[in-house]
């Protein structure tokens, strides 16, 4: 492909209950785009590494208590302070392997009771994923595996709800993939799914923003 440096990278977005599968799937992913030359990057919301990413990460870790919208919000803000450097990275053709993003945004505040389009709103111009990858495991499945870190949302009861909401999210941008099956099978298929996308962007498919 001689256009390469030309052709924008792909939004591609990972999204699931809590011990999922995501984050090995996601450095599955990029280890398999790198061999085969594409420029990728691994990206995750939280991002706990800027200041309001440290507020979100000492709530989660119970050291802090906010209020649901607060948090909310800063969860919403923690991408917002992304959001030039994604667009950026994009337009210079790098594919980005995001694990967790708005969905998780809204399907967690959601299930704590906030209504789903308050919700929603800070979320509007943020960019929108080429695709999201849903991995779907029933939340007594994933309580399984080798238990909970023990943060804030790490339970089996408030999993359940976050599961519901996940469910009011799906659209034509959503593959669901059976997170219970052997790993090797659920990467496997993951690749395929992603490599489609990554295809398609560099083909010139345009970036859109969320829910405008
Ligand atoms: P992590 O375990 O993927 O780092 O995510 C930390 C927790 O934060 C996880 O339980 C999901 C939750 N979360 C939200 O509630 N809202 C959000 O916007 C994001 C990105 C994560």
């Known amino acids: 492909n001689g256009h390469k440096s030309d052709s924008r990278g792909a939004l591609i977005v990972l999204e699931g209950l809590d011990r999922s599968g995501k984050t090995s799937q996601s450095s599955r992913l990029i280890s398999y785009l790198e061999g085969l030359g594409h420029s990728v990057e691994s ?12 507020m979100i990460s000492s709530y989660l870790t119970n050291k802090s208590q906010l209020d649901d919208h607060a948090i909310h919000l800063l969860f919403s803000a923690n991408r917002w302070e992304k959001r ?13 392997i995001v694990d967790r993003y708005s969905f998780s945004g809204v399907a967690f505040s959601s299930a704590k009771g906030l209504d789903i389009e308050w919700c929603k709103a800070p979320e509007r111009g943020l960019l929108a994923p080429d695709m999201v990858l849903y991995l779907d495991i029933p939340p007594e499945k994933a309580a399984e595996r080798g238990g909970y870190g023990g943060e804030r949302y790490e339970q089996l009861e408030f999993q359940r709800k976050v599961a519901h909401s996940y469910q009011l ?37 345009a970036l859109s923003n969320l829910w405008s």
Not at 43 to 54: I, S
Not at 180 to 185: G, I, R, S, V
Not at 186 to 192: A, D, M, R
Request: proline share 3%; net charge negative; with cysteine.
């Open 43 to 54: 990206w995750r919301f939280p991002d706990r590494n800027t200041g309001v990413g440290q």
């Open 84 to 96: 030039s450097l994604m667009e950026a990275k994009l337009g210079s053709g790098t594919t980005l």
């Open 169 to 205: 999210l799906h659209d034509a941008s959503w593959k669901s993939i059976d997170a219970t099956l052997p790993m090797e099978d659920v990467e496997k298929q993951l690749k395929e799914i992603v490599l489609d996308c990554v295809t398609t962007c560099q083909k010139g498919k």
